[in-house]
């Protein structure tokens, strides 16, 4: 734990509670909001305390990633049974990092612009990839299943949590707009109105968590005939 001395009559603030303030302002007021000034007035610190720890708001976001990621449950916590196929486990570790964004929708924008490369986002990386071998995956293929799941939750997040993503509201006039579609142009679009826009969010992530599963199962087995 990294402790400086506070300007006088200030306490010093470690660098383990500077990055959890943080990470409650982020929550609070987004990325773009969040400024090192702001932070230091929360702390009842100065901005020359906080740049003794990080040389400025970017490098502080890094830790606020990997704070978030130390959120996500692994696969085996105390009291959980131990995932029975390679696709239980793809869809506990996926389903948590969906609960994680979803509870810290303004820090899903961070994980658009960095790779997490911390302790925790690494282990949350070394253990899907762990459990992955575990079950047989070739290390090329455990790698490539772990890449396209995480970018199907975080991209999944991006849109759901986008400043302009649209509500039901928006979703039903879609809905309207694509039935008034010339049926002789878009019949397809026109017949799935519904299918297209009238899906709640939540299914549509478990669906297509499952279209992704299903994809990852085929090239592990045409994998497999070829070895």
Not at 49 to 58: P, S, W
Not at 85 to 107: E, F, G, K, M, Y
Not at 141 to 161: C, D, M, N
């Amino acid at each position: 734990m990294r402790i400086t001395a506070g300007r006088r009559g200030r306490p010093p603030r470690s660098f383990e509670r500077i990055v959890a303030v943080a990470s409650e302002l982020v929550d609070e007021v987004g990325i773009n909001a969040f400024n090192m000034r702001l932070l230091a007035a929360r702390l009842n610190t100065s901005t020359t305390t906080l740049y003794r720890h990080v040389a400025g708001k970017e490098e502080l976001m890094v830790h606020v990633v990997d704070q978030l990621l130390a959120e996500v449950e692994g696969i085996s916590e105390p009291g959980e049974a131990r995932p029975r196929t390679w696709r239980d486990a793809a869809r506990h570790a996926s389903l948590q990092l969906h609960r994680v964004l979803s509870d810290h929708p303004n820090a899903v924008p961070l994980l658009v612009t960095q790779v997490p490369i911390g302790p925790n986002g690494m282990a949350v990386r070394e253990r899907t990839i762990s459990t992955l071998l575990e079950f047989g995956f070739s290390r090329p293929l455990a790698a490539r299943a772990y890449t396209a799941l995480a970018h199907y939750v975080i991209g999944f997040a991006v849109q759901q949590h986008a400043p302009s993503a649209p509500g039901p509201e928006q979703a039903a006039a879609l809905g309207e707009y694509y039935r008034g579609l010339d049926p002789k142009l878009y019949p397809h679009t026109v017949a799935a109105a519904d299918d297209l826009t009238g899906v709640p969010l939540e299914d549509e992530f478990l669906e297509g968590l499952e279209f992704l599963i299903d994809g990852i199962e085929r090239a592990r087995r045409r994998r497999s005939h070829r070895g």
